[in-house]
């Protein structure tokens, strides 16, 4: 003897709903065409009502992207959780993400004990995340590009480079500039060194400063 099946209610007519008068209070059936199970509810004030099952709106939730998650009761969903089917993206604090994740409003924490990977690199020591011409990844923080111009700190030494040429360095002895400097007052602790030094006068002539020109002679310049 073939053992017992139990059926529920059931149709294959797509779109089918069954009626009030069809189902028992508490009773199921079963749209086999469509995948839907609806069930008989009766509300404490008497009302009636066929319910979708399978419909998550019918229980808080919603169909137009929201994700659901299980309230206290029921499930549910916000719009601060979606996700765009169509195109793969996943949105939060916003209901169009325009990326793989796209993040609306707030604050992002991560904790101390939490390491970022680009590319499946968590990066060196003491490098930061930066854009490039082609994406994303770990820069060093000791150096500034900005096209041909750069300012990098290496081995206690700041060198600002221009037109790829190195024109300043700055270290625990002094500051070397190759170029000329332009400067309205020139305060120095120690002696400044150079091949020329002059100094305006009010009638528009140039001459050497006096003292420039003590430290050349005594220099040798």
Excluded: C
């Excluded at 969903?77 to 793969?88: I, K, T, Y």
């Excluded at 700055?170 to 020139?186: E, L, P, Y």
């Excluded at 140039?206 to 005594?218: D, E, L, Q, R």
């Amino acid at each position: 003897m073939a053992a017992p099946v139990l059926q529920l209610k059931r149709t294959n007519t797509a779109g089918r709903v069954p009626q009030l008068t069809e189902l028992l209070p508490g009773e199921l059936a079963v749209n086999v065409n469509d995948g839907k199970l609806f069930l008989k509810q009766i509300s404490s004030g008497g009302g009636e009502a066929i319910i979708d099952v399978t419909n998550p709106s019918n229980f808080g939730g919603s169909l137009s992207g929201t994700i659901q998650f299980a309230g206290p009761t029921s499930l549910q969903s916000s719009p601060d959780l979606f996700w765009d089917n169509a195109n793969s993206r996943l949105g939060l604090r916003t209901t169009v993400p325009g990326s793989t994740l796209d993040i609306g409003a707030g604050d992002i924490n991560i904790s101390s004990t939490t390491s970022i990977k680009i590319a499946g690199s968590y990066g060196s020591s003491n490098t930061f995340l930066r854009n490039t011409a082609t994406g994303t990844d770990w820069g060093e923080p000791t150096r500034i590009i900005n096209g041909q111009t750069s300012v990098s700190i290496d081995s206690n030494v700041i060198t600002t480079t221009v037109s790829n040429t190195p024109v300043q360095q700055i270290n625990s002895t002094g500051v070397t500039v190759s170029g000329d400097v332009t400067a309205t007052n020139v305060t120095a602790t120690n002696n400044v060194t150079a091949k020329e030094f002059y100094q305006s006068t009010p009638s528009g002539t140039v001459n050497y400063s006096s003292k420039m020109m003590a430290m050349m002679i005594a220099t040798g310049l």
